[in-house]
């Protein structure tokens, strides 16, 4: 039996928040919530791609360390989501691979 990464503690909806929307997926949040510990509880585990070999990144250190949590968040690229709170309605996307940086060809 495959057992989930993380759970949350408490029971649902104790403190249901905003929506949120992961490559337009609405997914509940809970109010207090990162934007990271949002898309882990709801098992997302795959946030981004590296730029040259194109791996898998997720969130690593939850402190603003280690930038393996970087997200589109709301339009802007490269967004810490470990380090930013839920807000309702935030419209967020993986990284993946290497964007063009506006401007360029
Ligand atoms: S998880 Fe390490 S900086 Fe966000």
Redesign the pocket.
């Known amino acids: 039996m495959e057992r989930p990464l993380f759970r949350r503690l408490g029971a649902a909806g104790d403190d249901a928040g905003p929506t949120i929307y992961f490559n337009g997926r609405p997914i509940e949040a809970r109010l207090g919530d990162s934007v990271?510990a949002a898309l882990l509880a709801a098992g997302v585990s795959e946030f981004r791609e590296t730029a040259i070999s194109v791996a898998a990144r997720g969130?690593?250190?939850?402190?603003?360390?280690?930038?393996?949590?970087?997200l589109r968040i709301d339009g802007e690229d490269n967004r810490?989501?470990?380090?930013i709170p839920v807000r309702d309605g935030m419209q967020i996307e993986a990284m993946v691979g290497i964007r063009p940086v506006d401007g360029d060809a």
Do not use: K, Y
Not at 59 to 70: I, N, S, W, Y
């Open positions: 990271a969130p690593f250190c939850m402190t603003g360390a280690c930038f393996d949590c970087l810490q989501s470990c380090m």
